[in-house]
């Protein structure tokens, strides 16, 4: 729905301004021309001015974009009323998109909510459910490289689980049974089954993402300050103008009203405070989508201010700085030629997607031959055990 806005504000913008092109060339119908350029690129500049009248909370940017062009085609300026409403939408539509931008990151984070849950029934069946149908208590199934959908313990099997989102943490943690898990991990390689230990709303993923949703009701006082700004400024702007459109009239004579009105509407679309207002705004909205896209949650532009006051930052541990990603440094072989040793255990964690068993397998460089592998078996807590080339290897983690 926001991309059809977009690309429908795109296309009145590219018509608007074709048509006022078009009534350059054609001077017999060229106020109609520029006309309906306007209404087509400003008729919602003025219907949102009309609706808040009616609310009584009219003074704003359309109010004063409204009267400033309604005023200037009055007095036959139609080509500048013009103008200045397709390069105020222009703006307006480059500020919208930085905004888009801006939400599509912070809406990535509600990739993270998991769609369903595979619900355990009495007889050992699942059923795919609704994640608000999961209650405490309840048995759920969460099969390899689907999200956990809520907090649980683990009554059954063990896995490796990739909990980076919630814990910042980049190694997989492996998990076995009684062992607590938290909704917006993955599940990276077994089956488990948990018991479910919070409903949705109290689960870990669903306060995250709620968290970051209210961000933007947590102001900086920046913002705070704009916003007290804006309500008494566009008053004051509204104020002065009537006094530059009346004031040298009373002093100079009504021969002289049309050019002060015309400098009266000249002053209230330069005053247009949009842009002071949107550029403070839009610069706390921006740095929050832009954290959360790389995986860091800002509570609030007020907490996005604090941090702007930090000198140092001190760390507890280095896990949560790396990422996560195994190398091998060196091999020390016994009895064995270091190729052989590698060679070996490479084929043995052949199908594992343990981070350890892929950096051993980078490691080896060379294409693995499915056909030299014989029995795989993944023993939990001790590694695995495999005939590779028709011997007996056992690879512990």
């Keep these: 729905?926001?991309?059809?806005?977009?690309?429908?504000?795109?296309?009145?913008?590219?018509?608007?301004?074709?048509?006022?092109?078009?009534?350059?060339?054609?001077?017999?119908?060229?106020?109609?021309?520029?006309?309906?350029?306007?209404?087509?690129?400003?008729?919602?500049?003025?219907?949102?001015?009309?609706?808040?009248?009616?609310?009584?909370?009219?003074?704003?940017?359309?109010?004063?974009?409204?009267?400033?062009?309604?005023?200037?085609?009055?007095?036959?300026?139609?080509?500048?009323?013009?103008?200045?409403?397709?390069?105020?939408?222009?703006?307006?539509?480059?500020?919208?998109?930085?905004?888009?931008?801006?939400?599509?990151?912070?809406?990535?984070?509600?990739?993270?909510?998991p769609d369903y849950a595979n619900l355990v029934k009495e007889d050992n069946a699942t059923e795919k459910v609704?994640?608000?149908?999961?209650?405490?208590?309840?048995?759920?199934?969460?099969?390899?490289?689907?999200?956990?959908?809520?907090?649980?313990?683990?009554?059954?099997?063990?896995?490796?689980?990739?909990?980076?989102?919630?814990?910042?943490?980049?190694?997989?943690?492996?998990?076995?049974?009684?062992?607590?898990?938290?909704?917006?991990?993955?599940?990276?390689?077994?089956?488990?089954?948990?018991?479910?230990?919070?409903?949705?709303?109290?689960?870990?993923?669903?306060?995250?993402?709620?968290?970051?949703?209210?961000?933007?009701?947590?102001?900086?006082?920046?913002?705070?300050?704009?916003?007290?700004?804006?309500?008494?400024?566009?008053?004051?702007?509204?104020f002065l103008a009537i006094l530059i459109a009346i004031v040298p009239v009373l002093i100079m004579g009504s021969d002289y009203f049309e050019n002060w009105l015309y400098r009266a509407l000249i002053f209230l679309t330069i005053s247009c405070p949009s842009t002071l207002i949107m550029s403070v705004f839009l610069t706390f909205f921006n740095a929050i989508g832009a954290s959360s896209k790389k995986g860091i949650l800002i509570k609030g532009s007020n907490y996005l201010e604090y941090l702007s006051k930090v000198d140092k930052i001190i760390f507890d541990k280095t896990g949560t700085l790396t990422e996560g990603i195994f190398k091998v440094q060196k091999i020390y072989p016994e009895d064995i030629k270091a190729y052989d040793l590698l060679k070996y255990a490479a084929y043995a964690e052949t199908y594992s997607n343990h981070p350890i068993g892929v950096s051993i397998k980078k490691a080896y460089k060379e294409e693995l031959d499915e056909g030299k592998i014989g029995t795989v078996e993944e023993i939990s807590g001790k590694g695995i055990y495999a005939n590779v080339f028709g011997k007996d290897v056992l690879v512990r983690k």
């Design 1 to 113: 729905m926001e991309n059809k806005k977009i690309r429908f504000k795109i296309f009145r913008i590219l018509l608007s301004i074709i048509i006022f092109m078009l009534g350059f060339l054609l001077d017999n119908i060229s106020f109609w021309l520029f006309l309906s350029a306007y209404i087509i690129i400003g008729y919602d500049i003025l219907f949102n001015s009309i609706r808040k009248i009616f609310k009584g909370n009219f003074l704003d940017e359309n109010f004063l974009m409204s009267i400033a062009t309604l005023g200037a085609i009055a007095i036959g300026k139609h080509v500048e009323a013009c103008a200045i409403v397709i390069l105020y939408q222009i703006g307006k539509a480059f500020v919208n998109n930085a905004i888009h931008n801006s939400r599509k990151s912070v809406e990535s984070l509600m990739k993270l909510r």
């Design 130 to 238: 609704s994640i608000e149908e999961v209650f405490v208590g309840d048995v759920i199934l969460v099969k390899p490289g689907e999200k956990i959908p809520v907090d649980g313990i683990i009554v059954k099997g063990n896995s490796l689980i990739d909990t980076k989102y919630i814990t910042g943490e980049s190694i997989p943690k492996k998990v076995d049974i009684n062992d607590e898990v938290f909704s917006g991990c993955i599940n990276l390689n077994s089956k488990i089954e948990l018991r479910v230990k919070k409903g949705y709303k109290d689960s870990t993923i669903y306060k995250i993402i709620d968290l970051v949703e209210k961000s933007a009701n947590k102001k900086s006082n920046p913002e705070k300050f704009i916003m007290r700004f804006s309500k008494r400024y566009t008053s004051v702007v509204v």
